[in-house]
């Protein structure tokens, strides 16, 4: 498991959490001005920053929780397979989060943003 907060200095997280911000700004600004913007921005959401999401979770899916040596004493310490299980459902809740941007007027809360911290944090 990487260090506390490397994951956020990552080349994928310098990339997709600006992104983030930025749909979630332009969110807000158009219900601000009581503008619509005909689900482009969730489109646009979706296509990055839930394709992103997905593929990461195909990847980290194949990766084991804990290593068993040849003679099967384990390698990861029990604080470690707390701490995956605890990031399994933060990335969870972040999967649901991004289906709530589809509600009118709800969609114009920080919930990209949200999202990509949850996936990142796990």
């Given amino acids: 498991m990487p260090e506390e907060g490397t994951a956020f200095l990552s080349p994928e997280a310098l990339v997709i959490f600006p992104l983030a911000?930025?749909?979630d700004?332009?969110?807000i600004v158009l219900v601000i001005f009581a503008l619509d913007d005909f689900f482009?921005?969730?489109?646009?959401?979706?296509a990055t920053i839930g394709a992103w999401s997905f593929f990461r979770s195909?990847?980290?899916?194949?990766e084991p929780e804990v290593e068993i040596s040849s003679i099967g004493e384990k390698r990861g310490t029990i604080k470690e397979v707390k701490q995956t299980k605890k990031a399994g459902k933060a990335?969870?809740?972040?999967?649901?989060?991004?289906f709530l941007e589809l509600i009118p007027y709800v969609g114009a809360l920080p919930f990209w943003t949200v999202s990509v911290y949850f996936e990142l944090k796990s």
């Fill in 21 to 23: 911000i930025i749909l």
């Fill in 25 to 27: 700004l332009v969110g």
């Fill in 40 to 46: 482009i921005t969730d489109v646009i959401g979706f």
């Fill in 58 to 62: 195909q990847i980290k899916g194949k």
């Fill in 91 to 98: 990335a969870k809740w972040g999967k649901r989060l991004k």
